[in-house]
Antibody, heavy 116, light 107 residues
Framework: VQLVQSGAEVKKPGASVVLSCKAS????????MHWVRQAPGRGLEWMAVVTPNAGSMSFAQRLRGRLTMTSDTSAGTVFMAVNSLTSDDAALYFC??????????WGQGTLVTVSS | ILLTQSPGTLSLSAGERATLSCRAS???????LAWYQQRPGQAPSLLIY???TRATGVSDRFSGTGSGTEFTLTISRLKPEDCAIYYC?????????FGQGTRLEIK
């Protein structure tokens, strides 16, 4: 299984960014797709999880309201939108596939830069 | 659940054994504690889940122990490629949380 993420993004403060994550296996929809981000030189921050098949989602409390997740199961792709970007959202964003308790397969990451 | 890792940085020589600690602010349900390795410039990779089960393809030099609030990752016979930051992560309670990481340097 491989996860391939979309390319780097540069956005202005207040804008939105949409990130994508494509899985190489058809049955990924039965697994859990997590999103984790890492600010420059910082640790890992869990953001959200979706089960594409069930449509169930869960978000980190402090990001709730600014995140939207959708899935295109026929294309094996999950999307996450982050709205109302600030400089604090500048980070490397990872998608990761696994179970509800741990993250087994990670994408290569998408760098999001927020700059006016 | 807050996870506190220690030490912050560990500097050891090749061939030695590394012991990394992860302490939780409350007991982790089901011992759903995982360890990840993140080499410079790379995405994290899963080493251990369920506190002690090695992920597929992970060397038996890596072992995890612990339960409740105290967990340990041990890396035996250190190699230069073990130079990385190691994170613990709990999945027993929502939301998932990560420790702040331990940087392992190989002298």
């Amino acid at each position: 299984v491989q996860l391939v993420q979309s390319g780097a993004e540069v956005k202005k403060p207040g804008a939105s960014v949409v990130l994508s994550c494509k899985a190489s296996r058809d049955d990924f929809t039965n697994l859990y797709m997590h999103w984790v981000r890492q600010a420059p030189g910082r640790g890992l921050e869990w953001m959200a999880v979706v089960t594409p098949n069930a449509g169930s989602m869960s978000f980190a409390q402090r990001l709730r309201g600014r995140l939207t997740m959708t899935s295109d199961t026929s294309a094996g792709t999950v999307f996450m939108a982050v709205n109302s970007l600030t400089s604090d959202d500048a980070a490397l964003y990872f998608c990761a596939l696994g179970g509800p308790q741990h993250l087994e397969i990670w994408g290569q990451g998408t760098l999001v830069t927020v700059s006016s | 659940i807050l996870l506190t890792q220690s030490p912050g940085t560990l500097s050891l020589s090749a061939g030695e054994r590394a012991t990394l600690s992860c302490r939780a602010s409350q007991s982790i349900s089901g011992n759903y504690l995982a360890w990840y390795q993140q080499r410079p410039g790379q995405a994290p990779s899963l080493l251990i889940y369920g506190a002690s089960t090695r992920a597929t393809g992970v060397s038996d030099r890596f072992s995890g122990t612990g339960s409740g609030t105290e967990f340990t990752l041990t890396i035996s016979r250190l190699k230069p490629e073990d130079c990385a930051i190691y994170y613990c992560q709990q999945g027993g309670s929502s939301p998932i949380t990560f420790g702040q990481g331990t940087r392992l340097e190989i002298k």
